[in-house]
């Protein structure tokens, strides 16, 4: 009875994994989603080199953009 037990327990452990891990390997379909931090996902499109670099310039935009709104702060004098 303790083996049956066992591998049941086992088969449901592997069932939950490999519907977790299908779920990980799927290719996400986002168009104007958000994150959970509510950051705007943009759809990348082109071979993974190509969406590396989208996502870069975009994160550097976006990193400039903010720059930019911060306010100047000023620089203790010597």
């Given at each position: 009875m303790?083996?049956?037990?066992?591998?049941?327990?086992?088969l449901v452990?592997?069932?939950?994994?490999?519907v977790?891990?299908?779920?990980?390997?799927?290719?996400t379909?986002v168009q104007?989603a958000?994150d959970?931090?509510?950051v705007?996902?943009?759809?990348?499109?082109?071979?993974?080199?190509?969406?590396s670099?989208?996502l870069?310039?975009?994160?550097?935009?976006?990193?400039?953009?903010?720059?930019?709104?911060?306010?100047?702060r000023?620089?203790?004098?010597?």
């Amino acid at each position: 009875m303790r083996a049956v037990f066992g591998v049941l327990s086992l088969l449901v452990v592997l069932a939950i994994v490999g519907v977790l891990a299908k779920k990980a390997l799927q290719p996400t379909q986002v168009q104007g989603a958000s994150d959970a931090a509510g950051v705007s996902v943009p759809a990348l499109q082109g071979t993974p080199a190509q969406q590396s670099q989208q996502l870069q310039n975009q994160v550097k935009d976006e990193v400039n953009k903010l720059m930019q709104q911060a306010p100047a702060r000023a620089e203790p004098a010597q």
